[in-house]
């Protein structure tokens, strides 16, 4: 068998419009050791038909149970396109349910009411109320008294070593003094000898 036939046999044999008899001298042909390059998978296609015996005829109820396994599919298919509408729809929904609930609870919110009627005796409670904020913020504020002790301690530190420097300072400004004067010697001791 040539290739230009070999290639019809299997073009008609994969479009389903071989006859036994082609497919036998495909499966004699593909059972030899020296086939062209790139028919491999043919070759294993045919040599897997020549290993097992003849195809079983189907069963009488094969074509029901695909019939049934196709309306099994479809009515899946129906189903997950009424969850893919009724998803959105139930989202929106709840979306509109919060915002309505948030509307009355804010809106509908009751307001304190007044617990004193007497005026005086609300100013005491306020300024009783007043008087424990102020007190624990006292006590708040006394643990950070080391803190105040800290900053008193730093500035007294730079105000000592400020002195120092000053002080560092006034005897610099006398040696300069010194120098400058030893200098000027120099410079007249230099002149008098150049005369």
Known sequence: MNEEELKRLIEKYYNGDSTEQEEKSLRAYFRKNNIPEGYE???LIFSYYTET????????DFETRILAGIDASERNIGSHKIRRYLLPVLSTAAG???LAGSYFFFTHRAEPLDTFSDPKIAYAETMKILMEVSSQLNHGTQALEPVGKIKMMTSKSFQSINKSTKIIERNMEKINHLQNASETKNATIEKSRNK
Do not use: G, M, Q, W
């Open 41 to 43: 998978d043919e070759k």
């Open 53 to 60: 015996a003849e195809i079983p005829e189907p069963s009488i």
């Open 96 to 98: 509109l349910l919060i």
